[in-house]
């Protein structure tokens, strides 16, 4: 397949269609089709990125590859030199990235990088000879075979750059690779790590969120489908204090613990969106994105926080970097039509309160162990019923490389429903946000980089990502009202949020 | 003009439409003047055209290709008709670029139309003749598409009537706004002050050189103590407000764009503050005064309910678009920012009175706060078209060196609640209302429109700025506000980390 051993020589060729075997072979692998656009609503699907071409930098040349607007850096070396473990990892995770394709792609990289060197010196070599008193007529054969070098070598150059994007394309949607223990196979193989609490019996018919929250008069669903569209809602009167607390309350549990408090944007541009690993352009994409601009609402604070040290070198002494940041999120829920969508369950807007960690490679496991621990606490403190589960291969997004979810009690729904998941994304995200950081000279350099730049090839390194949600309000609200309720209706107050709701100890109804 | 008198008899001779054309060729060329054009939003003293949202409407009626309005505002033409001098005289003070010749002439042509339409469908029910019967039918069916035309074109023009202005208002542009009240004085300085951004970095309360990577300019991140100061103002406003009795409501932040426009707001104008959402018809909110006043859209209320008091809190998104040269610097014209909102909905009778409780709570508020600040009653020119009356406030900001908008309220008497449909039901032993302005009128009808007032009663990054400016130390240091501190776990002072 590779014509490395059939270098062209210099002397034969009169025109470009000498380097015809290099061009055949690149133009035959650009023509391959992009990554498929897949649902972003279902996490066993592939993870192509499709890049935003929109203000992007022009298409290049006329094999008309889609340039990406970004690139990540991947370290193309070990994907090759681990083929088959990455080859694996593509198939548990049910990803469509093309490994073959990335591969081939890569070699026809190299060979072609390497001709465009040879034919660069050899370019040379010719100017030299051009130096000093020649013959007329050797001189002009000079000149010509100057005008010939440089002529195939600007079109080599131009297959260099589509190839690189086509590479970079290809390559983009390779998800991460995973944590050893991470069980494989789709959702029912996820594994039962912690549980805490049990149902609770009633002794009384309950109601669910939706009948306790018209009687105590917390939300209004019917006026905010007319004003806004279904799966809107509007809280009112106590409710909004649960929400205020809730929030309050897990910014001052978490900041204790030494995370920096944040308010982000809620608006960032979609390139950020991507390199964090969502897909705004995809079919069914979470993502609303706004009218006449490279701008998209976020569905999660993790976005702009892995974005506020997006291109900058860290310091070591500074990691880990550890932010608890509040922003409203919001989801087109696309494509969850069936899906359970009852009330506060799946709503399009929602106040929620994330943690976020750049730390170094090393420390990245035990970070997430302390992460998904704050969140164990903070969910027991409310006296909240929940299992704490270790996600399949099937169900990692494309960025995680480990992922807690905590799937809480709500009697109402009779269901397990998710509050919270932590992932940690090692250095997915870093390599796409371009974050690094330089090592101390004491320490030895990383030995369990992953995708690393290798010990001691450079003096920088990505650094590790992970998030973790402290409190998703709405789901909250259900746990809330449908465990805590009373005969009467009422609802008892967690205790750790009294304090942030003026002593309320339990919100009475108002309607019967 | 008014073909009034010269209805085509049925007995004539007519066998085609073309003997209704003395109507129809009125109708047609009232048609085909111009829509009111779009101006910007950005400038209050703009005249205030709507362009109905033709997206997704009705598709346009007929040959002459009017746009179909989207929804309709519940417009009192006869009172227009009847007191056109003094409506003439509010267009005019408040740069208003509304034709009210054109409405007029389309009102009355409106009438006729509507009388004669009235006229042939009793003459084709009367008519046992077949022949006769189909060529009424005919002209009745050309005549009715007129109407329907002429109806929305007239809605159309008469959209863009600004609301009336309550008698007290100044007359004139910015400068002619009145000065209410002034509370405080500008505090004098015995150190080098500085502005909130240096005292920003200092504290390393915020990042707005990241947020523009990541979201572009006028964004920013709140980082440390500002993110518990911008907590403790909106904790402490929702407390403080609901003790009044306002009822707390946290409200969506994407609405239909209709809402947004029946609140008298312009998302398809040039230079719009409204970010639209791709492929869709929503909107992202400039304030939270448009869920609010959309929450009761095309209802009737109880009497006994009103008046219906909201504080409610939201994330506000403003485009800025047509801002560029006014002053932009740090917190104090930015995309996105925090909000609480107070929104009434009363009887006409108790708006004036609940406008001045508004402006009383937004000024004890500041004065709380210890800030310096003047209320000014703005000018004609200076009220956007729902205002009947609107009171801003503007509080020193030492290290800006000026005086900045904190917040406004303003009475929209009947403006929004005739295109949200908002109306009550007064009770029998209540007499009627005798001053609804554009009402229906004492005894009309069962339901009135109510009135609707809304205030700002904190806005986050401007209050930011005033305290951080305000109470600076000379070590740079923040003293916080004595109200605030329950709100921030008792801390009085917040202190630089870097200099």
Redesign the interface.
Known sequence: MLTCGRFISSSAATSTASFSPFRTLTRSLLRRPAPRLLSSASVAAATAVEPDTKGGGGVGGGAGALRPQWKAAIDFKWIRDNRDAVADNIRSRNSTANLDLVLELYDQYLALQKEVERLRSERNAVANKMKGKLDPSVRQALVEEGKNLKEGLIALEEDLVQLTDKLQLEAQSIPNTTHPDVPVGGEESSVLRKEVGSQRSFTFTIKDHLQLGKELDLF?FD??A????SK??????E???L??AL??WA??EVSKKGF??????????SS?VEKCGFQPRAQNTQV?????SD?CLIGTAEI?VG?????SILAESALPLKYVA?S?C?RTEAGAAGAATRGLYRV??FSKVEMFIFCQPEESDKLHEELITIEEDLYASLGLHFKTLDMATGDLGAPAYRKFDIEAWMPGLERYGEISSASNCTDYQSRRLGIRYRPSPSEPPSTNTKKGKGAGSGPTQFVHTLNATAVAVPRLIVCILENFQQDDGSIVVPEPLRPYM?GLEVLSPKFK
């Open positions: 209004d006026a905010a007319e004003v806004s569209g809107f809602y509007y809280l009112k009167n409710a909004v204090l929400e205020m929030v309050n910014i001052s920096t408090p944040l308010i982000t944007p809620e608006i960032v541009r950020v609303y994105s706004i009218e006449d701008q702009p974005g506020i040290h997006m291109d509040y409203h919001f399009h807007q003026g």
